[in-house]
Each structure stands twice: as structure tokens, then as C-alpha cells.
């Protein structure tokens, strides 16, 4: 999972701890002893005085490299970032973050966050230089992805019953699996479900759900293929009421939307159904082009969220970083997998604990 994204952040954390250990060591005649080192503060580019030397014994000093004795005494220090020291590290993050698929205002939000947690900070350093570039990214992309947290427990616990959820998307993405996963979600946490057959369009869609329908022991609303939609939905609303059912999940046709007709015909269910939470399903592999059709989407017929499928066989992450930025909308959940329980409610520190591995 995000293996490439994770490469591509080398640079980013080379480039920091190369300008770190040049500040550091700046400081560092090459033949004194760590213990003389605060006594060098006032050279530029210097620590600050707040460093600790480490070896303060008075035995003679054992034959060590310079490299050895650079990181000694960059241990446990602390340095201060100026924007100047950032300009090619923060470059090469804007990089790999475009580069694995993150939109160029999100690449732009990440940077700046970075910036600010770094920029004439005091910051510890450790036994690894890198750490810092990591502690600041991930505060960065936490703040990103926080901007837009939703619960949707809490939401399907406070709504009115039946309540309504209508799915959207294009073809093959994984939407069909992802209504069996949420069906799932919510039947294990004690509501009753009912599917309702809305792809009316698509030779087969029928059946792909009714199989799910009966791997799950759940009621599913149907009509026939090139039947209304719409009319589908309103039943399964119907039956829903009339068994005191709790939730009603609603599948609709793939489309793409680029085809105009599918789209009209889509903003139509909409109006008609009046679905309490509309869900856009799209697929992490899918990068930019899943952030651009979220984009659109929500433009058709204002989305509540989305689901992610497929986030497990994504390497790059940019879609997962984007998506609820671009929309302003938040990922409800993320798919990890084939199965049922492969379905991960949506987590800030989750999926940025697994982007920066
Ligand atoms: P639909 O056409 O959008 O309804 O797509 P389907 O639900 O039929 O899914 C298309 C394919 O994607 C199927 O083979 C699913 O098993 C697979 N799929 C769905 N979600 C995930 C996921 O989160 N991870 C992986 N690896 N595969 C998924």
C-alpha cells in the first residue's frame, strides 16, 4: 500500500537532513572535541546555544571519523529552519507529491503546512535527521485530511427510517462491492438493510447484486432490466417503511460523466428519491482522474462523501490525500480489499500512519 508514495519522499527527507547536518556541522572544527561545541554557537549557519554536547569524559579521545563525529555531535541538538533552507527540500516534496498523484492545490496546501511546522521552529534533533522531515509531513497531511471529518455512524444512527443512501459512480470501480460492504457495516452493527436494484441500465448489474443480496440475507428490490430506476428506489423506500427496515441502499447505473444523458438521468434519481446521503464511489488507482470525476460529480448532484475502493493495490496515495480537499467533502470509508469486511471507516491518523509507513 503507497509503496511508490513513500519512495518518492526520499528526496524530500534527504534533501532536509543534507541541510540539517550542514547547519549542524557547520559549527564543528573538524579536531575539536564534542565537548568544546557550545563554545561555537556564534559561527553562521550555527546550532542554537541550547545544544547538549555528549561526551564529556576526560580519557583521551579514541581514533573516530569525522562522519562519526558529526553525528555525535548533532545528537540531541536542536536547529532552526530558516524559508531559505527549505527552498530545495519543500521543492522536492512538491514533486513527489505531484508526482504520485496528489492535486497541485492539495501538493500546494501540504507544502505550506510543511513550511509552517518547520519554518524558525527550535526542533530536536535526534539520532535521525529524517525524523524531522517525517514529524512535519505528517502533521501536514493530518491537517489536510482533517478539514473535512464526518461520522457516519452518528449520521445513520440520528437519521430518520428509513433512511435513504443512493450510490453513484463510473462502471468497474467497485461500487457494487462497496454497497455490499456498507450493508455489511451496518447489519454488524445491528441495523436492518435493504438493497435496492437501481442499475437498471447495465446487462448484469442485476444479478451482481442479488448475489450479494444472498451472501448477506438481505431483502433486494428489483425490476427489470431498462426499468426506471427511480421507480426501483421508491420501492425499496416503500417496503422499507412498510417492514420497519432501518437503512435502504441504493445502487445506481455507472456512468461516466462525460455522457450527458446518464448524468441528466442521474440528477432525475436524485430529485426523485430525495436519498438522505448520496455516496460517490470511486477507485484509489484511478488518482487524478477519480479526484477530477469526484470534482464533477459534485458538481452534477451535490455528493455527501465518498467511499475509496481499492486503496490496498494503490501505491501513489494522491487520491486518498485529494479527494475530500477537492470536493470538500469527506471519505466515508477507504476499500482494502475484495471481501466484506475489507472496508475501513475513514481515519486521518490510519491512513497517515500507512502513507508514510
Ligand atoms: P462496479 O462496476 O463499480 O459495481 O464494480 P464492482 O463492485 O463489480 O467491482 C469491480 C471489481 O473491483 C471487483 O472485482 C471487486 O472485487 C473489485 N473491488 C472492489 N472493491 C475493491 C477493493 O477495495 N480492493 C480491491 N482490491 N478490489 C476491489
Redesign the pocket.
Known sequence: MFKSFKEKLSGFKDSLSTKIREKTTAVKPVNASPAKEGAAASQPEAIQPTAKPTNEGTKPEPKISFAQKARALIFEQEVILSEKDLTNPLWELEMALLESDVALPVAEEVVKAVKEELVGHKKKIGADTGDIAEGALKSALLKVLSKNSFDFDEFVRDREKPTKILFV?V????????IAKVARYLKDRGYSVVLAAGDTFRAGAIE?IEIHAQKLDLKLIKHKTGGDPAAVIFDAVEYAKAHNKDVVLADTA?RLHTNINLMDQMRKIVRVTDPDMLIF?DEAIAGNDAVERARLFNEAVPIDGTIL?????DAKGGSAISIAYITGKPVLFL????DYP?LVKFDANWLVDRLMG
Not at 462502471?171 to 462497496?178: D, H, I, L, P, Q
Not at 475502493?309 to 493495490?313: H, I
Not at 476499500?335 to 475484495?338: A, D, E, L, R, S
Open positions: 459512480g462502471n468497474g470501480t467497485g461500487k457494487t462491492t462497496s451482481q455507472g464511489v475502493t481499492k486503496t490496498d493495490a476499500g482494502v480489499g475484495q475489507d
